[in-house]
């Protein structure tokens, strides 16, 4: 791999057959199941795993390989085939597994795949695990013979018992409602259609035939082109539109306008402080969040605390603070009450019951909060780590957001990976944003060119 570390934000990505490997997806397996007996996550008994995967042509051999290698480390696998990332993690905390691994890439394009790890309840691996992992890579171990290994068995009702979980959850059924499903010919070509039609709606499905090599292909969360002339071809009331292993979700209303996850995000917090569920009026969502939503849920009577850009941030500040809603723009949605990390198909069915419950169009209930234009610019070929130090940039955003005032903020961030400074500024007119912007590019260029 390129980076210093494997483990990124979300798991091990990267080119399928030429970054993970199936050597690799067995290795990790290995090293997983021996750092986690280590840690004592196993209390001395036989451990189970359950794994799943998107249907990738990769996660075929993928998905062999780390049960190949959690089986020969002496653990017991239940194949749950291909699942959303989210019903894997769930099914991990319902059946009380050990451990669980999801072979997907998300949103990236097919060619890629990746490998992420479970704990004991369905929640991500800390870093320091994680660590520990990929320091295990490879080492030398005992290896158990005869009925020390561990047997591989399909898990046949894993998508019955993950759909009926979704069910169990929805405060108002979808009856008299037409919903799009964009699919993203992912991990939940069948079980999102399934669950919307079992809660009463009417479902058009688009983007529902994976062949394994066609996930993400024009399709799904990162291309809703066709979801928008689907919706409105087929007179329905809006759409949905998931990723490739179905953990984000964005929204069309019947008009064809995209609502983004910031605006299912307040639609969500204002439909859960009414039923007394959010956890303290409060929403975890990023730093990249529209200001418009923040100032939007704060007329309500919400507050929204801020986290660094990755749903890993935003899990750990719900986690923190006890929260019960979190999220991100891209929609990415995480309700803690109802599982351990971001769910598509169950953020629209949460979306699809507020309307239900509500009378409303898809389009009032988003109207609750304006967009304030952002303007983004990623300065490339800088000297990254002198960020922070650097007096004048400092001074050149102090004096954007005096500028600003209430009405606007900025936003200065490194990139993981690259020699790159990502510049934010939003304000209520898009005209002063890019003033600004272009201003502090300027600064930010003169002063940490390399």
């Known amino acids: ?44 008994h036989r451990p189970v795993a359950v794994v799943g995967r998107d249907p990738r042509a990769s996660g075929e051999f993928l998905a062999a390989a780390t049960m190949a290698g959690l089986a020969s480390a002496g653990v017991d696998v239940r194949d749950a085939g291909v699942l959303p990332t989210p019903a894997i993690a769930y099914l991990v905390a319902e059946q009380d597994a050990d451990l669980g691994a999801m072979l997907s890439a998300s949103h990236n394009p097919m060619p890629d795949n990746g490998i992420k790890f479970f704990a004991r309840g369905g929640h991500k691996l800390a870093d320091e695990l994680e660590d520990r992992i990929e320091g295990r890579l490879r080492d030398d171990w005992q290896r158990p013979t005869g009925a020390g290994v561990g047997r591989i068995t399909p898990f046949l009702d894993g998508a019955d018992r993950y759909v009926a979980h979704l069910l169990s959850v929805l405060p108002h059924r979808l009856d008299g409602l037409h919903v799009v499903i964009d699919a993203a010919h992912g991990a939940a070509s069948d079980v999102a259609p399934r669950a919307f039609r079992e809660a009463g709606a009417e479902v058009t499905l688009i983007g529902g035939e994976p062949d394994g090599l066609n996930i993400n292909d024009g399709y799904g969360s990162t291309h809703t082109g066709r979801l928008k002339e689907a919706v409105v071809a087929a007179g329905a009331d809006f759409g949905i539109a998931l990723d490739g292993d179905a953990d984000r979700c964005l929204a069309v209303d019947a008009a064809g306008g995209e609502v983004d996850g910031d605006q299912i995000m307040a639609i969500l917090a204002l439909a859960m402080k009414e039923q007394g569920v959010l956890r303290g009026d409060t929403l975890v969502a990023t730093v990249m969040s529209n200001l418009g939503m923040i100032q939007a849920l704060g007329s309500e009577g919400i507050k ?42 169950l953020t629209g069915l949460m979306l699809a019951s507020r309307v239900a419950a509500t009378g409303r169009t898809l389009a009032d209930l988003a109207g609750i909060m304006s967009h304030f234009p952002q303007v983004l610019v990623n300065v490339k070929d800088v000297d990254k780590a002198a960020l922070e130090a650097n007096s004048a940039v400092a001074d050149a955003v102090r004096a954007a957001e005096g500028e600003l005032g209430a009405n606007g903020r900025v936003l200065l961030r490194k990139s993981g990976t690259e020699p790159v400074v990502r510049v934010m500024v939003e304000a209520a007119d898009g005209d002063q944003a890019r003033d600004l912007a272009d201003r502090l590019v300027g600064v930010v260029r003169a002063e940490l060119a390399l």
Do not use: C, K, P
Not at 12 to 29: F, H, K, M, P, W
Not at 33 to 40: F, K, N, S, T, W
Not at 317 to 331: A, D, P
């Open 1 to 44: 791999m390129s980076v210093a570390r494997l483990f990124g934000t979300d798991g091990v990505r990267g080119l399928a057959n030429q970054d993970i490997t199936a050597e690799l997806a067995l290795d990790l397996s290995v090293a997983a199941a021996h750092v986690l007996a280590e840690v004592g996550a196993f209390n001395g």
């Open 304 to 345: 929204v605390l801020q986290t660094a850009v990755g749903d890993r941030y935003v899990l750990e500040g719900m986690r923190e603070g006890g929260y019960t809603l979190g999220g991100e723009q891209s929609g990415h949605v995480v309700m803690l009450d109802h599982g351990t990390t971001g769910d598509g198909t």
